[in-house]
């Protein structure tokens, strides 16, 4: 019954293929092969001979051509010039394939002239696709060999910038380690230390500076002209004064201070102290302008002698 069928397929296209064979048209389409195998890819030629300034609107074929005819690509199309007759020809390379076996036909292709003339369309195309024949008792293999693709630039490049990277980490640790050997080591700088009395004198300036009692804060003038003494007793003799009474300091720096102006001095700058901060009676501004020109009289008669004031300027690693 099949072979009926495809015979009664055949015959007709087979009559019409002759009838028009010797005819000559303007166009036709051809196949580089009139069998291929299931699959595979089959060239068709589509070409239009134009006659003088004849213009033609050229077929849109798209993804198919029939339901079992696929089209894989198309080429531009071409002007050409027949070397015999002169004519023009465009050509078009059109790449289908079929997966489904049998006789399959190209239809008509039509043709638009675009000066008005009437439509015209190449003649049926008959192809056969046949299937593949295969040895079910043979080992199965690969239908073509692997092909090895070559080595691009942009795969290369990640290999390329990791080495750089690589190779740049590696002359980093190298050239700091070579500085470091080279470095001269560096000799801790001498901390000078400033001795005690000059920074108590120092602040007994500030202290001037601020006038103080002359706006009315006498209390607090006092209390910071003490608390620069006492500072000055702990770091020059280490004594305790913070914590001392007056009547305690007077006796813990008799045995420190062997002058007596400067013993007399320093009962008075804390008797004028003990007077502003706890009585009723304020000293007069005169006392109070003289009190500091004690503290410094004290402190000046209890600083270190030049021998001793170079020993106290010492040099500390940092």
């Known amino acids: 019954m099949k072979a009926i069928r495809?015979?009664?397929?055949?015959?007709p296209l087979l009559i019409i293929f002759l009838l028009t064979a010797?005819?000559?048209?303007?166009?036709?389409?051809?196949?580089?092969?009139?069998?291929?195998?299931?699959?595979?890819?089959?060239?068709l030629t589509l070409e239009y001979r134009l006659k003088g300034n004849e213009k033609v609107n050229w077929p849109v074929i798209g993804?198919?051509?029939t339901k079992s005819i696929e089209v894989l690509s198309k080429s531009k199309i071409d002007t050409l010039t027949d070397e015999k007759t002169g004519i023009k020809v465009l050509r078009q390379q059109i790449a289908i394939t079929s997966f489904d076996t049998g006789f399959l036909v190209i239809p008509p292709i039509p043709f638009g002239l675009a000066n008005g003339g009437n439509q015209t369309a190449t003649e049926p195309l008959l192809l056969?696709?046949?299937k593949i024949k295969v040895n079910p008792t043979a080992d199965i293999k690969d239908i073509k060999p692997v092909i090895k693709a070559p080595v691009t630039f942009r795969e290369v490049l990640p290999w390329l910038i990791g080495l750089l990277l690589l190779a740049a980490i590696v002359y980093g640790i190298f050239y700091y380690l070579r500085r470091r050997k080279q470095r001269p080591v560096e000799q801790p700088k001498p901390k000078v230390t400033v001795p005690s009395w000059e920074?108590?004198?120092?602040?007994?300036?500030?202290l001037r500076n601020e006038k103080l009692w002359q706006q009315g804060e006498v209390k607090k003038y006092y209390t910071n002209l003490t608390d620069i003494l006492r500072e000055y007793f702990e770091k020059r003799f280490n004594v305790n004064a913070a914590e001392m009474t007056s009547t305690e300091i007077l006796d813990a720096m008799s045995s420190h201070i062997l002058s007596t102006s400067a013993s007399e001095s320093l009962r008075t700058v804390l008797f004028?102290?003990?007077?502003?901060?706890?009585?009723?009676?304020?000293?007069?501004?005169?006392?109070?302008?003289?009190?500091?020109?004690y503290a410094v009289d004290i402190i000046n008669q209890t600083k270190?002698?030049?021998?001793?004031?170079?020993?106290?300027?010492?040099?500390?690693?940092?």
């Open 199 to 206: 920074i108590a004198l120092s602040q007994l300036e500030i």
């Open 304 to 318: 270190p002698v030049k021998n001793d004031q170079q020993a106290v300027i010492e040099s500390k690693k940092e």
């Open 22 to 43: 010797t005819v000559v048209k303007s166009q036709e389409v051809k196949a580089d092969s009139s069998k291929f195998a299931i699959g595979s890819k089959v060239n």
């Open 6 to 11: 495809k015979s009664a397929l055949i015959m």
């Open 63 to 65: 993804d198919t051509i």
């Open 272 to 293: 004028l102290s003990d007077m502003a901060k706890f009585a009723k009676a304020q000293p007069s501004p005169a006392e109070n302008e003289k009190s500091i020109d």
């Open 128 to 130: 056969e696709v046949y």
